[in-house]
C-alpha cells in the first residue's frame, strides 16, 4: 500500500478508534450486561471509554501502550489484505446519514469489490451533497414463521426491483430472507455485519454473503478484520442499520428483541419506523403489533413499502419501471389451478388440508407442483405450503 492510498482514506484518529473498540471489546460487554445503554457507552471520546471499561489505571496504562504498538498505516495494511476498504469521519465517501447519530462509527470496513467505496456510495450515500438514494432497512426475527420468511423476501425483491437499497444484518430468519429477495432481482443490498466485515457471519450464510458481493451489494462492519463479535456488538450492529436508511420495517419480533432495539434507534434519529401486522396470538408477532399499536406506519407489502420510502407518485412511477425490465410476467391459470391456490390462501397448508379425499391426493400434489413451478407456492418445514408475494394474472 502506497503513502498515496493512505492520504486518501480514513483517518489515523478514527483507525485508532476502531482498534480501540475492539481491545476494549471484554471491557465493553461487562458493561452491556450491566445495562448501560450501548449507545452511550459507544459515544464516549476515547479517553473516557478506557477510563469507563479499562479497568485500573495499570491497565488503561497497558491499553494506550498497545493502541500505541501499531500505526495508522499498519491498520490500512491489515484491511487492505483483507480485502476491506476503510473510509472514515472525516472522508466525503462517509455515509452521511449516519451522522445523525451521536456515536456515529469513527471508521467503517466495507467489502464490496474493487469499486468498494463508491459501490458503497450509490448503495446508501455519502457526504458529497449529492441527493441520497433511496434505502429501506427491513429487520425481524431469527426463528421466523414460514409466512414472515416469505413477506421477507417479498418485501426486499418488490424493494429492489424499484432500486431501492435493503439494509439488514444477514442474520438467520427475517434479514437473510431479505437480502436474498433483493438478490433475487439482482437488485441493490447492504449487510452489517457484528464482527469483522470479512468473516462472514453466521457461518452458514456463507453462500449468502459472496451472493450479495456478487450482485453488486455490500458487507458492512464497525470492527477491524477479524473480529469476532461479542453480544454487544449485535445492538452496536443495530445502529448502524437504522441510520443507513430513512425507513425501518418490522416483519416479525417477539416482544424482547433486537429489531425492537433497531425500530427505537430509528425512531431516535427521527426516521420513519413501520411493522408488519401479524396474528395477536403469535409470540413472533407481539413485537411488531406493539410497534402499530404505539404509531408505526402499516406496511402490508412492497407497495406500502415503496409508498413510505418514496412518496405515492414517486412509488407509482417506480413500479412501473421497475415492470417494464425483464422479468416474467404474471401467470395465467386454469380455473382449476386458481381454486386450488385460493385454498392455499384460504389456510390450507398441507395436501391433507387440500385433498377433498384420499383418491384426490394425487390430483393436489401436482397442481401444487405447477403452482410451485410458477413461484406461487413455496414448500416450507414440515412439509407446509405457504402462498408467496407472486401476483397472478
Known amino acids: ?39 452511550d457507552v459507544l459515544a464516549l471520546s476515547d479517553r473516557d471509554l478506557m477510563k469507563a471499561v479499562g479497568g485500573s489505571a495499570e491497565d488503561v496504562a497497558s491499553l494506550r501502550q498497545r493502541l500505541a504498538a501499531r500505526s495508522a498505516f499498519d491498520l490500512l495494511v491489515a484491511a487492505a489484505d483483507a480485502d476491506l476498504d476503510v473510509l472514515c469521519r472525516h472522508t466525503d465517501d462517509y455515509p452521511e446519514r449516519l451522522t445523525d447519530d451521536r456515536s456515529a462509527p469513527a471508521a467503517l470496513y466495507v467489502r464490496a469489490g474493487e469499486d468498494g467505496r463508491s459501490r458503497l456510495a450509490r448503495l446508501v450515500g455519502d457526504g458529497r451533497g449529492a441527493p441520497q438514494p433511496p434505502a429501506v432497512a427491513i429487520v425481524g426475527t431469527r426463528k421466523a414463521s414460514p409466512e414472515g420468511l416469505e413477506i421477507a423476501r417479498g418485501l426486499g425483491r418488490g424493494l429492489a426491483s424499484a432500486g431501492v437499497t435493503v439494509v439488514s444484518g444477514m442474520a438467520l430468519g427475517i434479514d437473510s430472507a431479505a437480502h436474498a429477495g433483493a438478490l433475487e432481482v439482482g437488485g441493490p443490498t447492504v449487510a452489517v455485519l457484528a464482527g469483522g466485515a470479512d468473516v462472514p457471519y453466521p457461518a452458514s450464510k456463507r ?66 419506523v413501520a411493522a408488519v401486522p401479524g396474528p395477536v396470538n403469535s409470540w413472533r408477532s407481539k413485537g411488531a403489533n406493539a410497534l ?18 418514496l412518496g405515492v407518485e414517486a412509488a407509482t412511477v417506480a413500479r412501473a419501471a421497475a415492470a417494464d ?33 384420499p383418491a384426490g391426493a394425487a390430483t393436489v400434489r401436482a397442481g401444487l407442483m405447477e ?20 401476483t397472478v394474472t
Open 1 to 39: 500500500m502506497s503513502a498515496a492510498t493512505v492520504a486518501t482514506t480514513a483517518c489515523a484518529a478514527c483507525l485508532r478508534r476502531s482498534r480501540l473498540l475492539a481491545l476494549v471489546a471484554g471491557g465493553i460487554e461487562v458493561a452491556h450486561s450491566r445495562r448501560r445503554p450501548i449507545r
Open 207 to 272: 453462500r449468502l454473503y459472496d451472493a450479495i458481493l456478487d450482485g453488486g451489494g455490500a458487507i458492512v462492519s464497525e470492527l477491524p478484520p477479524g473480529f469476532r463479535a461479542f453480544r454487544w456488538n449485535f445492538p452496536a450492529r443495530n445502529r448502524i442499520i437504522a441510520g443507513l436508511a430513512p425507513a425501518t420495517i418490522v416483519v416479525e419480533a417477539a416482544e424482547r428483541s433486537g429489531s425492537l432495539i433497531t425500530a427505537d434507534l430509528a425512531l431516535d434519529l427521527g426516521r420513519d
Open 325 to 357: 425490465q425483464a422479468v416474467p410476467p404474471p401467470p395465467s391459470l386454469t380455473r382449476e389451478l386458481m381454486a386450488l391456490l385460493a385454498a392455499v390462501e384460504d389456510g390450507g397448508d398441507t395436501v391433507t388440508a387440500l385433498a377433498p379425499d
Open 292 to 309: 402499530l399499536r404505539d404509531g408505526a406506519i402499516l406496511v402490508r407489502d412492497a407497495h406500502d413499502a415503496l409508498d413510505l420510502v
Open 371 to 390: 403452482l410451485e413451478l410458477l413461484g406461487l407456492i413455496r414448500r416450507a418445514p414440515a412439509g407446509r405450503i405457504v402462498r408467496t408475494t407472486r
